[in-house]
């Protein structure tokens, strides 16, 4: 179990690669957030990081196992991060993390993250070599 002081000295690492609201027509009747609008949106972020990267096309070959942290309300700002772990011929593995932070500014706080794999396509859908990158 993390301490109260860990928590809150942790902070986002990587890259800013999305930022929205979480939107009111993918709560539940509780009015927090289904999990999968917030999966959804963290293979959005590793889908463009990849391409930037790979200067082209990518899609997900897998996504790594996610728990919650903390639930997300309607209406929390949701700042997607992520990272290179590693790359390969034409694959990438991505560290994306979910941070929620109230409307107010107040309350950043980490929801979960997980890891993606993306390789690198072509217009046509077939693998592709990775763009050299730095």
Known sequence: ?????????????GEL??????????TNMFGDVFGGWVSSKMVQAAELFAARLSQGRVS?????????????REGTVMSFYTRLVESGRSSL?????AWGCCPDGTELRKVTETECVQVAIDGHGHIRDLAAFD
């Open 1 to 13: 179990m993390m301490s109260i002081d860990k928590a809150e000295s942790l902070q986002p690492e």
């Open 17 to 26: 690669s999305l930022l929205l609201p979480a939107a009111g027509e993918a």
């Open 60 to 72: 997900t070959v897998s996504i790594g196992q996610m728990e919650f942290m903390s639930p997300v």
């Open 93 to 97: 593995r991505i560290q994306v993390e």
